[in-house]
Nanobody, 124 residues
């Protein structure tokens, strides 16, 4: 079983940067995609960025050019570097792993393991 532990996040002014980390433990060999998702109050959880085990990345249009997902396979850790943050990026952020045979990269329901969540607040 995969366990995901998040760190990072916090509060920043618009235009600032934050980095989120997600350390995976347990049986991680089988994971296909790791992703970052976010959920703002009153809104549905949405995909932000995803990375395939071999390194291909995917981004939501709203974060392209500002966010970067990366992974350190030696540390079983995935990162989300968030630059040029906007007030609308404020949300609870979750990392997740998809270990099934079908993993649409930014689709919430296909991810079967989730981190505990970390709050990101951007003030304008």
């Amino acid at each position: 079983e995969v366990q995901l532990v998040q760190s990072g996040g916090g509060s920043v002014q618009a235009g600032g940067s934050l980095r989120l980390s997600c350390a995976a433990s347990g049986y991680t060999y089988s994971r296909n995609y790791m992703g970052w998702f976010r959920q703002a109050p009153g809104k549905e959880r949405e995909g932000v960025a995803a990375i395939y085990a071999l390194g291909r990345t995917y981004y939501a249009d709203s974060v392209k050019g500002r966010f970067t997902i990366s992974q350190d396979n030696a540390k079983n850790t995935v990162y989300l570097q968030m630059n040029s943050l906007k007030a609308e990026d404020t949300a609870m952020y979750y990392c997740a792993a998809c270990t099934g045979s079908w993993c649409p990269p930014l689709t919430v329901r296909y991810y079967n393991y989730w981190g505990q969540g970390t709050q990101v607040t951007v003030s304008s």
